[in-house]
């Protein structure tokens, strides 16, 4: 591992020639399957490598999403544990914090000669971590994979209240024609495509654009509900080439039911809506976004008691969820006012 931090690739070569590949009971352990060293730590963000051990030439570079910290597991961890490559998660200490305490330089000199050891290197996020792939990962010269990129405290494309960490890093993220970098996100969500079209496509003129209507913000998952996140990891990293959406698989998404039924509602389309918020609730009945809409719902065609009854239903699922609570007694008291 000291060697491939090192970027020293022809010593390693020799040491798994040498060594490695005579111990048959050190390849076929699983419980030393990986080991760990930290590069970088500076307090509020580290940088982890995660050596397999066995010899490949693939690595992953993964950016933890908004909600994300360094006591829990890396992005996507499980996935690509089972996978052969090695693994640099970019970290963070505080689920709020947006990597604004690490540069591109510190990032690039961190990392520029363990990764140029491999031959196949990606980069690979959601959300913030969507957006961290595109800010860093083109400094290290990765291919990446960005999921519904989106810095919600950015000035000009994020949310009017960004919070109270000061924003650092460039305005626009940093022009290259040489990178194909693969962007997956809903065109209909506002915010992430605001971001694509007024930042993003400036940035990477080769960029592969998939669009998938209706998959909302949450990509990542929507991806996994409906069997195709391994697929698009693995046809970037193997095949060298952009993954296909199959659109005939997103009735498997609960995220896909629950944004189209947001978008009946917002057109009067209250039947519609109702029907396929309720579909998508049966995929997954702990959605809180979903559980909220079909209140919206059912509050808006007056059935109050319908909406009470679903409401006490939620709260059992839910119990700790204070806004269930004040929306009961919002019930209660327009049932009492239209008596």
């Known amino acids: 591992m000291l060697l491939k931090i090192l970027g020293n690739e022809e010593e390693v070569n020799n040491i798994y020639k040498e060594f490695y590949w005579n111990f048959d009971n050190i390849k076929n352990n699983k419980e ?4 760990k060293i930290t590069l970088y730590n500076n307090g509020e963000t580290k940088i982890d490598y995660y050596k397999k051990a066995k010899y490949n030439n693939s690595v992953i570079i993964t950016f933890d999403s908004l909600n994300m910290k360094w006591t829990s597991k890396p992005f996507a961890f499980d996935l690509l544990l089972r996978q052969d490559v090695d693994i640099v998660a970019v970290r963070k200490r505080r689920a709020e914090g947006r990597h604004q305490d690490l540069s591109r330089e510190v990032f690039y000199d961190t990392l520029h000669l363990l990764i140029n050891t491999y ?3 990606l980069a690979y996020g959601y959300s913030l971590g969507g957006y961290t792939s595109l800010y860093y990962g083109s400094a290290v010269g990765c291919e990446v994979l960005s999921l519904a990129p989106r810095l919600s405290m950015h000035p000009l494309f994020g949310k009017k209240d960004g919070g109270k960490e000061k924003f650092k890093h460039t305005m626009y993220l940093p ?18 495509n605001r971001f694509i079209e007024m930042n993003v496509k400036k940035a990477y003129p080769n960029a592969t654009l998939i669009k998938v209507p209706y998959g909302g913000h949450g990509i990542a998952p929507h991806l996994l509900r409906t069997g195709q996140l391994k697929e698009f990891i693995l ?16 009735n498997k998404s609960n995220i896909y039911l629950r944004v189209l039924a947001q978008a009946c509602f917002n057109r009067g389309k209250l039947i519609w809506a109702k029907d396929l918020v309720e579909e998508s609730l049966s995929l997954k009945n702990d959605d809180k976004f979903a559980i909220y809409l079909k209140i919206k719902i059912l509050k808006h065609k007056k059935l109050y008691n319908e909406a009470i009854i679903f409401t006490k239903e939620s709260m059992e699922i839910l119990p700790k969820n204070q806004f269930l609570a004040g929306k009961l007694q919002e019930l209660m008291e327009c049932k009492a006012n239209n008596h």
């Open 119 to 121: 031959e196949k290197k």
């Open 32 to 35: 030393n399957s990986y080991k």
């Open 235 to 250: 046809t970037i990293l193997n095949e060298q080439k952009a993954p296909v959406y199959n659109k005939k698989l997103r």
């Open 175 to 192: 022009y290259n024609d040489i990178i194909k970098p693969i962007i997956v996100y809903d065109p209909k969500q506002k915010m992430d």
